[in-house]
C-alpha cells in the first residue's frame, strides 16, 4: 500500500486565488481527517470524514474553506478565495474507525499564499 | 472536555542521557492514547500506542490513569531521535485531538 497521498507537495499561490489540496486515503480506511499545521497554533482539526460523510466541521476556520469526499478513494479542501494567513502545512489522514490503531498521515502540503 | 497537555515546548538532551517527554491529559472515559513522531519536514509517524504497551525504537510509555498522564521514555537519547513528538488522544468518535508538542534536540 502507498499510503496516504497528497497532492500537490508544495504550492505556492497569490492571494485571493482559489487553491485545491487532494488526497487519497488508505484502501480499506473509512475515516479520512484534515489537519491543518502551523508554528502559532501547531495541529488543528479541520474537518473528519466518515464512510465519506462529514461528522464534524468545527475546525474549519471559515466559510472560505470546503472539504468534499466525493467517494471513499478521493478527497479535497478547498480554498477559495485564499489569504496569507491561511500560509501552513496541510496534512490529510485516514483511519479504520475508531481510531485504535491510530492514523496514518500523508506527507502533507505546504501552502504558501503571497 | 478532553485535552492534552504537553508542558515543554523544547527538550535538550546530550546524546546517550535520558529523555522523558510529558504529557497529561483530561477525559471523562477510558482514553485511547498515542505518541507520533514528525521527523524534520516529514509526515508524523505513529510511534506509540497505549494498549499495545510496545517499545519502538527505544521508547515507552506507561498509562498513568492516577495521574492521567502518559509520559514518553526513552533510557538513552540518539542523535536521530531529535523531532517533534505529539501525545494525542482519541474520543469515541475516533477523533485524534493532539498535545502542542516537544521538540527534541539531541546534541552530540
Known amino acids: 500500500d502507498a499510503g496516504v497521498i497528497q497532492s500537490p507537495r508544495h504550492e505556492v499561490t497569490e492571494m485571493g486565488q482559489e487553491v485545491t489540496l487532494r488526497c487519497k486515503p488508505i484502501s480499506g480506511h473509512n475515516s479520512l481527517f484534515w489537519y491543518r499545521q502551523t508554528m502559532m497554533r501547531g495541529l488543528e482539526l479541520l474537518i473528519y470524514?466518515?464512510?465519506?460523510?462529514?461528522?464534524?466541521d468545527s475546525g474549519m476556520p471559515e466559510d472560505r474553506f470546503s472539504a468534499k469526499m466525493p467517494n471513499a478513494s478521493f478527497s479535497t479542501l478547498k480554498i477559495q478565495p485564499s489569504e496569507p494567513r491561511d500560509s501552513a502545512v496541510y496534512f490529510c489522514?485516514?483511519?479504520?474507525?475508531?481510531?485504535?490503531?491510530?492514523?496514518?498521515f500523508g506527507s502533507g502540503t505546504r501552502l504558501t499564499v503571497v | 472536555a478532553q485535552r492534552v497537555t504537553q508542558p515543554e515546548k523544547l527538550l535538550s538532551v546530550f546524546k546517550g542521557a535520558p529523555v522523558e517527554l510529558k504529557c497529561n491529559y483530561s477525559?471523562?472515559?477510558?482514553?485511547?492514547l498515542f505518541w507520533y513522531v514528525q521527523y524534520s519536514r516529514q509526515r508524523l509517524q505513529l510511534l506509540l500506542r497505549h494498549i499495545s504497551r510496545e517499545s519502538i525504537k527505544g521508547f515507552t510509555a506507561d498509562l498513568n490513569k492516577g495521574e492521567t498522564s502518559f509520559h514518553l521514555k526513552k533510557p538513552f537519547a540518539q542523535e536521530e531521535d531529535s523531532a517533534m513528538y505529539y501525545c494525542?488522544?482519541?474520543?469515541?468518535?475516533?477523533?485524534?485531538?493532539f498535545g502542542a508538542g516537544t521538540q527534541v534536540v539531541v546534541t552530540p
Open positions: 477525559y471523562s472515559g477510558s482514553p485511547e
Open positions: 494525542a488522544l482519541t474520543d469515541s468518535w475516533g477523533k485524534l485531538q
Open positions: 470524514f466518515n464512510n465519506n460523510v462529514p461528522i464534524d
Open positions: 489522514a485516514s483511519s479504520e474507525t475508531g481510531a485504535n490503531y491510530g492514523y496514518t
